[in-house]
């Protein structure tokens, strides 16, 4: 039987899985990103054995060696250590430790990373990585090295620092990364690392442990994105407050403020054009909210006049192409199904809110009878196409949705409190909903009764949970949660349902009287962004530490005050305001982020 072509895909692939085997997770992921964001998905995949690359090796030095050892007449030669493939030098035991790591004698050999060449672009397809062109390793004397010993063993769980200076709690799943002292040949030449079964699955990985064993990598500077940056002008008078993009799509974005919404389409060679689908005309009239569908095939816009909501729907040329029944009160909220026709329309006042389902396969000349609620609601999260969770004043509603929507449960906080932000996952196939108060700085998963107060010492400003991958939703997987705050941090939390713990692993400092006004994960996880008033920092999610890149508002856009300092201008009238609105998106595929900020709106290429 003839064994097909080999391609980078299978080398890649082989490569892959040795870096996370032997416990390098972040040149997994880089490698992950540049090459196939879905290996396992390669149809050779399911038949490749743990250690394969090892193994490989392993037998084609064989076969070098007894291809050296005969003539060209098949018959026995000396053998001599000159014909080695690694020539005739000797690793020994001792040059191996001196060379390959930290010393006892202090001086480090810094190795060549598999991540150097794209340190040096500053992106990798699009993707930021994060790593020093040349990096070194961090000197360590004896007790860190018995330190890291424990780590790896989990003997201990240390208080660690992340690199931009601020400590934060967290206990590493890591696996240890087999020596070459447990190395052993089987009868067929296969390399057996001599490590368990149960080790083995768990070093599947480091992808979804989120930690690499062995070297740790000095941080790179932070790279700086402005020259990749494009700046819209997107309003005249009220500032942006959201920005997004249409669904695999990174040539049109909408921008939205309390009074206008604007299509733009970009291109490489064109000036980006608008289409003004809302704009001021001194009637009062506000947009309220804004979602696109699935498909990307039309753009529902919802505006409030009159003490009435409406909602009229867009195509992608700006042409409005239908309009919703009308409600007697402020639409706050659109949220279509991730696939799928359905729209949940949530309006909302200080005394009752009401649920509506809106199925746009079947256009109705009304609304299905909606779920009448007393009090706000703040916040509506689907999960899958049956079920959703709506957040308000000390409760969670659990709401099953058919041909229409109705609350089947209601789970009641104490202490009472405004729930602001709610989010919605499936771990191990059971639904899981986190709420998050502002104000109490407290989050609250009612699915299993769990509370944590005091996440922050300032307001949380957002909430989101970490996008779980396919590969990772079939895995015993930490559902993972980032939480912005006007104290100047982001914290990323590791919530373990079954111990009902929210461990905070990262906390990201975005510097002194910096709140973070918002944050939100790239749509593959990988990267994590969050803005202040005047800057984006956008890190490498799992790594945390020093930022990856950064990007400053211009000085066009500040005003300078009698005391000789900066100040944003941004609000209604141009005053200056101390919680401006910031608005952050990523496209479809991480490639491009917008950012929000008065009236302008940047557009960030990440593929430079």
């Known amino acids: 039987m003839s064994h097909p072509d080999l391609t980078s895909h299978h ?40 250690h394969a690359l090892v193994s490989l090796v392993q037998k084609g030095l064989q076969y070098h060696e007894l291809e050296q050892s005969l003539d060209k007449d098949g018959n026995p030669r000396p053998f001599s250590p000159s014909d080695c493939f690694f020539g005739p030098a000797v690793l020994e035991a001792e040059a191996r430790k001196s060379q390959g790591g930290p010393g006892e004698n202090g001086t480090d050999q810094a190795p060549v990373s598999p991540t150097s060449k794209v340190a040096r672009d500053g992106v990798t397809n699009g993707h930021l990585t994060g790593e020093p062109a040349t990096p ?4 360590s004397t004896k007790k860190n090295r018995k330190r890291d010993r424990a780590e790896i063993n989990g003997d201990e769980t240390p208080m660690e620092i992340d690199s931009n200076g601020i400590a934060n709690e967290t206990k590493p799943a890591v696996a240890a990364s087999p020596s070459l002292a447990d190395t052993t040949v089987d009868g067929d030449g296969d390399v057996s690392m001599g490590i368990q079964s149960d080790l083995q699955d768990q070093a599947t990985f480091t992808l979804t442990n989120g930690h690499s064993v062995g070297v740790q990598i000095t941080p790179a500077k932070a790279a700086d994105l402005s020259p990749d940056t494009a700046i819209l002008d997107v309003a005249e008078e009220f500032h942006v407050t959201r920005a997004l993009w249409r669904p695999k799509d990174p040539t049109v974005i909408v921008a939205v403020g309390e009074t ?3 299509l733009w389409k970009m291109s490489l060679s064109e000036t980006p054009v608008q289409e003004k689908l809302v704009e001021s005309k001194g009637d009062s009239t506000c947009v309220s909210a804004v979602a696109w569908d699935p498909t990307g095939q039309k753009l529902a816009v919802a505006t409030y006049n009159d003490m009435r909501g409406s909602i009229t729907m867009y195509d992608v040329a700006g042409n409005a192409v239908d309009l919703l029944p009308e409600v007697p009160r402020m639409i706050t909220g659109l949220h279509w199904t991730e696939s799928g026709t359905h729209l ?43 079920e959703a969770y709506a957040s308000g004043n000390g409760t969670v509603y659990q709401c099953n949705v058919d041909s229409s929507i109705h609350i089947s449960k209601t789970f009641t906080s104490e202490p009472d ?31 299993h009764e769990m509370h944590l107060d005091g996440a922050h010492e300032g307001d949380v400003t957002a909430i989101e949970l970490k996008p779980i991958t396919r590969q990772q939703s079939q895995s015993n997987h930490p559902l993972v949660l980032a939480s912005s705050s006007t104290d100047d941090t982001v914290k990323v939390w590791h919530v373990d349902l079954d111990t009902k713990r929210f461990d905070c692993i990262h906390r990201l400092f975005l510097g002194p009287s910096s709140p973070a006004l918002i944050s939100s994960f790239s749509p593959d996880g990988y990267a994590l962004a969050a ?15 020093t930022a990856m890149a950064t990007w400053s ?20 009238n141009g005053d200056v305001e101390s919680m401006p609105d910031r608005s952050l998106a990523w496209d479809t595929d991480g490639k491009r982020l917008a950012f929000g900020f008065g009236k302008q709106l940047a557009i960030i290429n990440m593929q430079s």
């Open 11 to 50: 080398v890649n692939y082989l490569i892959w899985r040795y870096l996370q085997e032997s416990g390098q997770g972040e040149a997994a992921v880089t490698l992950q990103r540049a090459w196939n964001h879905d290996p396992q998905s390669l149809p050779f995949a399911p038949y490749i054995k743990t």
């Open 260 to 262: 206008f919404c604007s």
């Open 417 to 447: 409190r405004p729930w602001t932000f709610i989010r919605c996952a499936n771990v191990n196939s059971t639904s899981v909903a986190v709420a998050a108060s502002s104000a109490g700085a407290a989050f609250w998963i009612p699915t």
């Open 531 to 545: 803005a202040s008033k005047d800057r984006l920092f956008i890190w490498n999610s799992q790594r945390g530490g």
């Open 553 to 572: 508002v211009p000085r066009t856009e500040e005003t300078k005050t009698e005391d000789g300092k900066y100040h944003l201008v941004n609000g209604h």
């Open 344 to 386: 949940i329309v949530v309006a909302s006042d200080s005394k009752v809110s009401e649920l509506a389902l809106w199925d746009d396969s079947l256009r109705p000349d009304e609304f299905p009878s909606p779920q009448v609620i007393d009090g706000s609601i703040y916040d509506l999260s689907w999960l899958g196409r049956n």
């Open 136 to 139: 070194q390793i961090v000197p």
